[in-house]
C-alpha cells in the first residue's frame, strides 16, 4: 500500500502573492505531489502550505520549495506578528498513511541533511526527528528569533544539526522534523488589548504562568519560581493584536488533537475570556483540518443544545463551522480545508454525487451498470434513512425532551448504516467494471492466459463481496428500523414500514447479485460459504421484516 506523508512548511512571506506562487510552483513541479492548501497571512507576513505525497517525493518537492524561498525572501526585511527565524521557518513532515512516525523522521532527517549540506542553510532537528530532547522544541529552538540568531548560533549548545555555524543574513535558519497532526488555530476576541489576549492564552495553554505575587515570581524551597500550569494539555498559545482584522486574538497549536479537541479548546478559551470580561467573537483555522474533528466539534455543539446528534456529515460539519465562527473573519469552504475531501477520489462516489434524475436516467440506459446491486444498495440507504428520519423526529419531538438522547443514539447509528450503503453503490458498479476490465485482457500466449484469469477470478470475488456486504448492513439496518416502529414518534410509524421493505429489497436484490456472480468464481468452498450465509441472512431479514410490518399495521390499525 502507498506510503503518504503530509508536509506543511511555513514560509515567511503572506503577501506578495507572486513570491509565494514561485515556491508553490515549485512544490508542484514535483511528480507525485498533490498541493492541498496555501494559506497566506498578511499580518503574519507568513504562508503555511500543505502538500501531500510518497515520501521521497515529499523530500524533494520541500527541498525545492526550500531552495526556493532562499532565493526570493529577505529575512533582513521581513516584519511580521508570528515568531520567525527564516525564509523557511520550519518544515514539518506528518505521517498520513501506511508509514510509522520512526520512518517519517528518517525522512525528515534525510531533508535536513540535503538543506544543510546542498543549500548551507543552518538546520535544526525538532520533535520526532531530533534525539537531543533538550532541543526538540520547536519554541525552544526558536527563542530569540531571527534577530537573536546572530548571537545564538555561535554558542556551542545551538550548533546546527546540519549545515554551517554561520546564521544566513538572507536565508535565516530552517527547523525541519517530524511530528503527529497540529492544528494551527486561532481564536478571535472583543478586545484590541495583547494583554489581556496573552492573559487568557496563559490561562489555557499547558505551560501555565509562572505564579507571582506583588508583581514577583513565588519560588518554592529550591529558590526555583514556582509554575502555574494552564487548563489544556498539549496546546501551546499566545495572545496577539491583528492589525489587517482589528482584533487581538489567541494563537494556539494543537499538538494532540486526541487529547485536547478542537471545540474543547474553543470552549475553554470562551470561558476564561468570559471571566475576564472579554467575549469570543469567533475563530480561524490555519492550513487544514481532520474530518474527524469538524464532526466531532459538530456533536459536541448539538449535545449541549440537546440536540440529536444523528444527522449527516454535511450538516455536522456546518454546525461545528457556525458554532466555533470559523466563517468570521473569512469564507470557510469544507471542500478546501478539510485534508480527507481533497484528497477524495471523485470517481469513487460519481454515482452518488449525480442527481436523482440522473442518476435514474443512467441506470435507464444501454450502459450495464449501475445494475441491481447499486440499486440494492441505494434501496437500503433508502430504508434506512427513513428509519433515521423517525430517530431524529422523535428526538426533537415536544414532551419527549428526556428522551432526546436515546433517539439521537439511535439516529446515530443509522446515519452509519446510511453512509456504509452509500459508499456501495458507486463500490458495487466499480466490482463490474474491473470484471470487464479483466476480461479485456490479453490473452494471445499461456502467459498471458494464466494472468488475465487470475485478474477475472479477482475482480469476481470482489463483485461476490460487494453485494455481500449490502445484505450484511440491510439486514443490521433492519433493528434500528424496527426499534423506531416500536418506540418513535407514533404519527411516522408508516415511514419505519417503508424503511422495512426498502431494507428487505435491499438484501433480496444484493443476494442475487452475490448469486449470480459467485457462479463464475472457482473457489466452490469459498462459494458454498457464502451462498449458505446468504441464504441464512435472507431468512432473517424475511421474518424480521414480517415483525416490524406487524407492528407497523398494528400502530395504523386500518
Not at 310 to 334: H, Q
Not at 476 to 484: L, P, W
Request: aromatic share 6%; glycine share 8%.
Amino acid at each position: 500500500m502507498q506510503q503518504i506523508i503530509e508536509c506543511v512548511p511555513n514560509f515567511s512571506e503572506g503577501r506578495d502573492s507572486s513570491i509565494i506562487k514561485q515556491i508553490t510552483d515549485e512544490i508542484e513541479s514535483v511528480e507525485g505531489i498533490r498541493l492541498l492548501n496555501v494559506d497566506p497571512g498578511k499580518a503574519t507576513n507568513r504562508t503555511v502550505v500543505t502538500f501531500v505525497g510518497d515520501p521521497k517525493a515529499v523530500v524533494q518537492a520541500a527541498f525545492r520549495a526550500i531552495k526556493k524561498a532562499g532565493e526570493v525572501i529577505d529575512m533582513s526585511r521581513h516584519t511580521g506578528e508570528h515568531p520567525r527565524m527564516g525564509a523557511t521557518d520550519v518544515c514539518p513532515l506528518i505521517p498520513v498513511a501506511n508509514i510509522t512516525m520512526e520512518e517519517t523522521a528518517e525522512y525528515a532527517q534525510q531533508l535536513a541533511r540535503l538543506v544543510g549540506e546542498d543549500l548551507q542553510i543552518p538546520v535544526y532537528l525538532y520533535e520526532h526527528a531530533q534525539k537531543n530532547k533538550l532541543r526538540n522544541n520547536l519554541s525552544v529552538i526558536r527563542a530569540g528569533e531571527y534577530e537573536g540568531f546572530f548571537k545564538k548560533i555561535k554558542l556551542p549548545e545551538w550548533q546546527p544539526d546540519f549545515g554551517p555555524q554561520e546564521f544566513d543574513a538572507k536565508r535565516g535558519a530552517t527547523v525541519i522534523g517530524a511530528r503527529d497532526f497540529l492544528i494551527a488555530y486561532n481564536v478571535n476576541l472583543n478586545t484590541t488589548s495583547t494583554r489581556r489576549a496573552n492573559a487568557i492564552a496563559f490561562d489555557v495553554r499547558e505551560a501555565g504562568r509562572t505564579k507571582t505575587e506583588n508583581g514577583k515570581p513565588v519560588l518554592d524551597e529550591n529558590g526555583k519560581a514556582i509554575n502555574v500550569p494552564g487548563s489544556l494539555k498539549s496546546v501551546k498559545a499566545i495572545g496577539w493584536f491583528i492589525e489587517e482584522y482589528g482584533v487581538a486574538q489567541i494563537s494556539m497549536n494543537l499538538t494532540n488533537i486526541g487529547v485536547t479537541p478542537l471545540h474543547i479548546a474553543f470552549d475553554e478559551v470562551c470561558k476564561k475570556a468570559d471571566a475576564r470580561g472579554i467575549r469570543v467573537t469567533g475563530s480561524e483555522l490555519v492550513g487544514l483540518v481532520p474530518l474527524q474533528s469538524m464532526i466531532d466539534a459538530g456533536k459536541y455543539f448539538l449535545e449541549k443544545q440537546q440536540r440529536s446528534t444523528g444527522v449527516s456529515e454535511k450538516e455536522l460539519v456546518r454546525i461545528a463551522i457556525k458554532s466555533m465562527g470559523l466563517d468570521e473573519l473569512s469564507p470557510f469552504n469544507p471542500e478546501e480545508r478539510i485534508i480527507e475531501y481533497l484528497l477524495k477520489d471523485k470517481s469513487d462516489s460519481k454515482l452518488i454525487n449525480t442527481t436523482l434524475t440522473d442518476f435514474a436516467d443512467e441506470t435507464a440506459s444501454e450502459s450495464p451498470a449501475p445494475g441491481g446491486g447499486s440499486i440494492s444498495a441505494y434501496v437500503g440507504a433508502l430504508g434506512i434513512s427513513l428509519a433515521t428520519m423517525v430517530a431524529n423526529l422523535s428526538s426533537h419531538k415536544k414532551g419527549w425532551d428526556e428522551r432526546w438522547s436515546e433517539f439521537s443514539d439511535w439516529a446515530d447509528k443509522g446515519q452509519h448504516y446510511k453512509n456504509e450503503l452509500m459508499k456501495l453503490v458507486d463500490a458495487d458498479t466499480k466490482a463490474f467494471n474491473r470484471i470487464m476490465a479483466a476480461m479485456s485482457l490479453s490473452k494471445s500466449n499461456e502467459e498471458e492466459k494464466k494472468v488475465r484469469k487470475q485478474a477475472i477470478q479477482e475482480a469476481t470475488k470482489f463483485a461476490i463481496e460487494v453485494p455481500f456486504k449490502v445484505m450484511q448492513l440491510s439486514y443490521e439496518s433492519m433493528y434500528v428500523i424496527k426499534a423506531m416502529a416500536e418506540t418513535g414518534n407514533p404519527n411516522s410509524v408508516s415511514d419505519a414500514g417503508v424503511g422495512a421493505l426498502c431494507a428487505r429489497s435491499a438484501v433480496m436484490g444484493a443476494f442475487m447479485n452475490v448469486r449470480i456472480n459467485a457462479s463464475g468464481y472457482d473457489d466452490k468452498n469459498y462459494v458454498d460459504d457464502i451462498i449458505t450465509k446468504g441464504k441464512e441472512i435472507e431468512n432473517k431479514t424475511i421474518a424480521l421484516e414480517a415483525e416490524i410490518l406487524k407492528i407497523v399495521n398494528e400502530k395504523i390499525g386500518m
